[in-house]
């Protein structure tokens, strides 16, 4: 009990920290409340339009559709990660060896961190976005189950943070990842359902989407808000689904363990 | 012989630009690798929505990639010869070392394009050259007028990218380091990559006369679809002005720049 009530001071001092620090360069942040809404305005009329009369396209009504976009952008407002870039940063000036000496975890400080930056990405992100798409574009922004909403962007959380620092983690075999950071931000976008829902790609690769990171780091999230998950032409509950991506966030959580295990090992701290 | 002066200094950037490259050949390869890929997946949405029976009414799915080919190859360009005034420009802002072009006998505007001239773009301009042909070979052969005026219409969207680009490292003058800055004009610059016919004539009204983003791509690859007329030529005045209001703000922002002498 101890243990974790340090930790959990340890995680609020780390994030209250960041959140300061941030805070300096708060319009930085505030950037999503013209970007958001105006990417937002050019999905609604892509999609109107793509619409024309039919009802339904791929089982998703316009609605839905508009709805999945709106969600889709203030979600990516809350589990936003750039572990990787931190981590690689610090591997290539030397100055992870810092935090190889310091008692606590990096994975943890980072995580600490990234607690604290989206807590600014709710307040001068989320906040303002949520009240534009619903004050002024009038979308209906309240998902159909609060709880498994709420438990769902969790994992996202989750899900991209570890996914990223463990891309951050090729850093200690390749220390310049950039290219490689580019690629999976790139194929993340398009896989993550970010650009186009995943019902819309071809069968075989929904299928194989079950077994890779990107759906339960946006889609997931964004289609339990919705209410309804499909891919894959497989109808699941809003539990079961939220299950497995428990499944996936714990699976993420053991890899980014073992190759931390790994990249410290290889790690030899030149250039600090 | 000035204007001979400023093509040998260009040419000069330009080599640098090559030696860089060639020296970090891995870099170069797996940028020109990236922005194939992201090449590629640009057109993606557009396929995968026509793909699932639904579309832009009027609108082919060839004609559609052959705006957003038209909007790549122009992104391409502006990326190699002119995009990284802006970071260059943000980069010195910051640093407070803006006085080491201020100095030198160089326009600064040109000097700052000249020196981030960047070959690594040019995988980007390849894929969009490729999705260009594909399309192209699913219309109708375009007359050499259509071609004559999809040039004209060209060059004058990457005038109206210069404006933006210039409009971006001018705001990079007050919001300093804000490494944001080109997500608001992508934003608007997204408007240009579909056809025009699907947004409301207010939408409609800013993207050929307020910030004429639809000359991009969306004009160009209508002249070449045979929809070309003599309003559209219309639509180059604003544009032009775009892009005066840019090199104007640049201008006055780098007079208005207060060194601090680091």
Known sequence: MKYIRHKIEVMKAVALVTYKEWSAYRTHSMVSIFVGPVYFIVQYFI???????????NGMELSQMITYFGASTLIGYLTMDFADWNLQMLIRTGRFLTFALRPIHHRFFAFSQKVGHRVLGLIFEFIPCYFIFTLLFRIHMVPKHFGWTLLSVALAFLMNFYVHYILGMTAFWFTQSSGIRRVFDLLSGVFSGVFIPLVFFPMGLQKALFFLPFPYMSYVP???????????????????????QGIAVAFTILLSEVIYKASIKHFNGVGA | M???????IYRECVKVAFAAASTYRLNFILNCIIMLIGDILFPLITILIYGSGAGFEGWTVYE?????????????????????????????????????VLILPVDTMFLLMARTFSIDAVGLFIGGLTIFIVALSHIALPTGFMWLQFIVLFLIGLSVMMGIALLM???????????????IFDSIRSFGKYPQSIFPKAVLMITTLVIPVAMIGYFPATALLGQGDIKMMLILIPCIVFLILGITLYRHMVRLYQGVGG
């Open chain 2, 169 to 183: 490292a001018a705001t990079s003058f007050k919001w300093v380091g804000n490494s944001r800055i080109p997500e």
């Open chain 2, 64 to 100: 559609v990639l052959l705006i957003q080919s038209v909007f790549t190859m122009s992104m391409a360009i502006a990326d190699m010869t002119f995009h990284g005034i802006l970071w260059a420009t943000m980069g010195h802002v910051r640093q407070g070392d803006l006085e080491m």
């Open chain 1, 222 to 244: 964004v289609m339990v808000f919705t209410g309804e998950f499909s891919l894959a032409g497989i109808q699941m509950e809003i539990p079961t689904i939220v299950g497995l």
């Open chain 1, 47 to 57: 999609w109107t339009a793509a619409y024309g009369n039919r009802t339904e396209l």
């Open chain 2, 2 to 8: 000035k204007i001979k002066r400023y093509i040998l």
